[in-house]
Nanobody, 120 residues
C-alpha cells in the first residue's frame, strides 16, 4: 500500500541543473533512510546519495560537490538537487526508502524511476 513516486526528470544540457523529488504515500508510520540510485544503459544500478532521518548524508564520489540530497520529513519526501550535470549522469534515477507502516511492518520500497538525459 506504500508507494514512492519520483518526478523531475527530463532532458538537460551539460552544465545544467535538475531537481528530482520523491514522495512516499500510504499507510506510513515512519520513514527511515532514503536515497537515490541510478542505472545507466549497460551498467549496474549504483547508489548516488542517501540520507538518514536525522539528515546525515552520503554521496558517491562521482557526484560529490555537484549533487545535494535533502528531505522533508513532514511531507515524507526526498529531493536530489543536481547541478553541473554531465553526460555521464544520464540514467534512470530511482528513489528508495526504508519505511515502517502503520501495521508495524518495515520494508524497503522503490519508485518506478525517472529518466534523466544530459545531452547537447
Amino acid at each position: 500500500q506504500v508507494q514512492l513516486v519520483e518526478s523531475g526528470g527530463g532532458l538537460v544540457q551539460p552544465g545544467g541543473s535538475l531537481r528530482l523529488s520523491c514522495a512516499a504515500s500510504g499507510s506510513i508510520f515512519r520513514v527511515y533512510d532514503m536515497g537515490w540510485h541510478r542505472q545507466a544503459p549497460g551498467k549496474e544500478r549504483e547508489l548516488v546519495a542517501s540520507i538518514t532521518r536525522g539528515d546525515s548524508t552520503n554521496y558517491a564520489d562521482s557526484v560529490k560537490g555537484r549533487f545535494t540530497i535533502s528531505r522533508d520529513n513532514a511531507k515524507n519526501t526526498v529531493y536530489l538537487q543536481m547541478n553541473s550535470l554531465q553526460p555521464e549522469d544520464t540514467a534512470v534515477y530511482y528513489c528508495n526508502a526504508d519505511i515502517e507502516s502503520r501495521l508495524w511492518s518495515r520494508n524497503d520500497y522503490w519508485g518506478q524511476g525517472t529518466r534523466v538525459t544530459v545531452s547537447s
